[in-house]
């Protein structure tokens, strides 16, 4: 796995993504992160893997018990149905795996709940089979703050690579002159950026006014 240089960087024609377990059971115990900011999170990574069209997969571990998809996610992906697994570890299950393997993308993306588990088991697995395997802290989370950290820790020390949300939307963006997805992640900021998305709301807001004043000759 190249770990410096521009072919590092995330690429939308290479990359696949992997959500994994965001349902009420996990939600329940989930300790690392303030639940909101994991839905907030994984919803905006969501919706930029679809303004950029990477495929991704939605997947749940024993919705009967551990309840539904969050809606939210859900209504990211209305027609998509989850793939309920009976398997802790995503990478043994055949209809996750042979999804990825069909789409002959490399660069595999995942946030799960909890990151000790979901998220570590296939990211390893993974990274044995010669993806490059990128996780994305903020979208996932453990029981605790040291769970959720140790198994970072433990997934850098295997080889993956830890980022955020919204740096993967960055990475796939890489120039504002690629108008179409400009508009789509612009979009997603001002949903889901919080801070970012209040400053381009107000940017755009004094372009606007900006507009206004020039066209009345002021």
Same mark, same amino acid.
């Given at each position: ?134 996780? &994305?802290?903020?979208?996932? !989370? #453990?029981? $605790? ?6 198994? *970072?820790?433990? +997934?850098?020390? =295997? %080889? ?27 979009? &997603?900021?001002?949903?889901? !950026? #919080?801070? $970012? ?6 940017? *755009?807001?004094? +372009?606007?006014? =900006? %507009? ?7």
């Amino acid at each position: 796995m190249t770990k410096s240089g521009l072919t590092a960087l995330l690429r939308p024609e290479d990359s696949i993504v992997v959500l994994i377990d965001h349902q009420p059971f996990q939600f329940a115990n989930l300790h690392s992160h303030e639940p909101t900011m994991i839905v907030n999170n994984v919803i905006g990574l969501a919706k930029g893997a679809k303004a950029f069209d990477v495929p991704t997969i939605l997947t749940t571990v024993l919705e009967e018990r551990g309840g539904y998809l969050h809606k939210g996610l859900q209504d990211v992906y209305p027609d998509q149905k989850p793939i309920n697994r009976t398997f802790i570890n995503t990478w043994e299950d055949p209809a996750v795996t042979d999804i990825v393997q069909k789409s002959g993308r490399k660069q595999l993306i995942l946030a799960a709940l909890w990151s000790e588990v979901c998220l570590a088991m296939p990211a390893i697995q993974a990274l044995g089979e010669g993806y490059e395997v990128f996780v &994305v802290t903020d979208a996932s !989370g #453990g029981v $605790s703050a040291e769970s959720h950290d140790m198994a *970072i820790r433990r +997934l850098v020390q =295997a %080889g993956a690579v830890p980022m955020t949300w919204l740096a993967v939307l960055c990475e796939w963006q890489r120039d504002w002159a690629r108008e179409v997805t400009a508009q789509a992640l612009s979009q &997603v900021l001002l949903e889901h !950026g #919080g801070s $970012s998305g209040i400053a381009l709301a107000w940017e *755009i807001q004094l +372009l606007n006014s =900006a %507009g206004k004043t020039v066209a009345k000759g002021v």
